[in-house]
């Protein structure tokens, strides 16, 4: 006589790791993948490598090298990525005529390349953060330069190339060297500031674009986070982030209004769950994603989760080398799955691009006695594919066309079985 079948324990990972482009393989030149991934209406994610730019389909096919930087006139080192708006806009680190930096653009199939603007030294120089456009004017910073204490400023120019200015130069010793790229809100752009200084750990600060002039609305104390490198994201009136460090920590989550009240951390990471937070934080559905580039099991980096409210902190990837280590990059969010790419690791040692599939927790898996060898199994996750075995330990497959609800027949004494992420 034949037993009723047995539900086992779901044993699923939550989340679906998978690495789809390993840089410095064959056909994927370049390697160091910095900045932000972005989607394209052609269904493109668009990236670039500390000397190319990219683009690739989101299974890792297509890969197409848009652009090689020279290094020289050119520019070199396009950190920050890229922003799409018909065409690709960015910047590079460095090159350029004077050697101090570039804002360049390219169409998405790789034609029209042009400089923008080269940087001088008795304007600012260095840009990192990535660029925000609003209508025809592109804003960004400038890590060094800039007049004063040459402590960095925020520039604009035309998506033309034409009317370059300089709207605010960074002074205070506690704000200068603005690494990262802003968020927008109106005529104010918000942002962070790095401190290496004795007189202060990095501001949050906005600039206004019209009167030039420049609110800190947070100065960091080294306990709440220091060393800020990573942008913003702004949910209504309030702004999240990121520090790269802390006194208590490897770096904090945080959050402050937009007036610069109700500042909070939300999160001191320990090491074991991460550390060195470079990158911005990733909104959607009122959970932040983000990733810190070191710490985790293996001490290269992790992908984590937290909600706004400071609550549900979770790990989402530890990332193991051969899979990528250090990753630096906003995650970018595309359907059900999260998108990013690491500094380092893999197979070539030269970073990689990957995705994680957010597919929730795990559901239960119920069961009703139908007769002596039948039953019907319930689910609540259509995401979850139904597997079977003989034994609890076994070689669990595929039960083809199983949904919910199912009902089993068992033919042998017993049939166990158990919920898989697609």
Not at 96 to 107: A, D, H, Q, S, Y
Not at 126 to 144: A, E, F, M, N, Q
Not at 282 to 294: E, F, K, Q, R, W
Request: proline letters at 3%; glycine letters at 18%; one cysteine or more.
């Amino acid at each position: 006589m034949a037993y009723i079948a047995i539900a086992t324990a779901i044993t699923a990972r939550a989340e679906l790791f998978t690495t789809i482009v390993d840089f410095g393989a064959p056909n994927r030149p370049g390697g160091t993948p910095a900045g932000n991934l972005l989607p394209g209406s052609d269904g493109m994610i668009y990236g670039a490598t500390a000397g190319t730019i990219f683009k690739v389909k989101a299974d890792g096919s297509g890969f197409t090298t848009l652009k090689s930087f020279n290094g020289s006139s050119d520019g070199q080192g396009p950190a920050a990525g890229v922003i799409l708006s018909g065409v690709l806009y960015g910047t590079t680190t460095g090159g350029g005529i004077n050697g101090f930096g570039t804002v360049f653009k390219i169409n998405t199939s790789g034609t029209g390349f042009q400089v923008l603007k080269s940087f001088a030294a008795a304007e600012c120089k260095y840009p990192t953060g990535s660029l925000v456009l609003d209508r025809d004017i592109l804003y960004g910073t400038t890590t060094s330069g800039g007049g004063g204490f040459g402590s960095g400023a925020v520039f604009r120019v035309k998506t033309t190339g034409l009317a370059f200015s300089v709207i605010y130069v960074f002074s205070d010793f506690a704000t200068h060297s603005p690494n990262s790229g802003f968020v927008q809100s109106g005529n104010t752009i918000f942002g962070t500031a790095y401190s290496v200084s004795n007189d202060g750990f990095g501001s949050v600060f906005a600039v206004n674009t019209e009167v030039s002039g420049c609110t800190i609305l947070h100065y960091f104390n080294g306990h709440d986070g220091m060393n800020l490198i990573g942008g913003l994201v702004r949910d209504g009136n309030a702004l999240y982030g990121v520090s790269s460090a802390a006194i208590d920590g490897g770096g904090t989550v945080f959050k402050v209004n937009t007036d610069g009240s109700a500042f909070e951390v939300l999160k001191t990471l320990n090491g074991n769950d991460g550390g060195y937070l470079t990158s911005g934080l990733t909104l959607t559905n009122g959970t932040l994603y983000g990733t810190a580039a070191i710490g985790g099991s293996f001490n290269c980096g992790t992908v984590f989760q937290i909600r706004t409210n400071g609550e549900e902190f979770k790990v989402l990837k530890h990332f193991t080398g051969p899979d990528g280590a250090s990753p630096e990059s906003v995650l970018t969010v595309i359907g059900d799955t999260l998108f990013g790419t690491t500094w380092g690791g893999g197979a070539y040692g030269k970073g990689t691009m990957f995705k994680l599939k957010l597919v929730g927790n795990p559901p239960l898996l119920q069961i009703a006695r139908k007769s002596t060898n039948s039953g019907i199994l319930t689910w609540t996750n259509a995401a979850f594919t139904l597997q079977s075995a003989a034994t609890a330990a076994g070689v669990y497959t595929n039960v083809p066309g199983a949904t919910s609800p199912y009902t089993n027949n068992v033919t042998g004494r017993q049939n166990f079985y158990r919920l898989v992420a697609n």
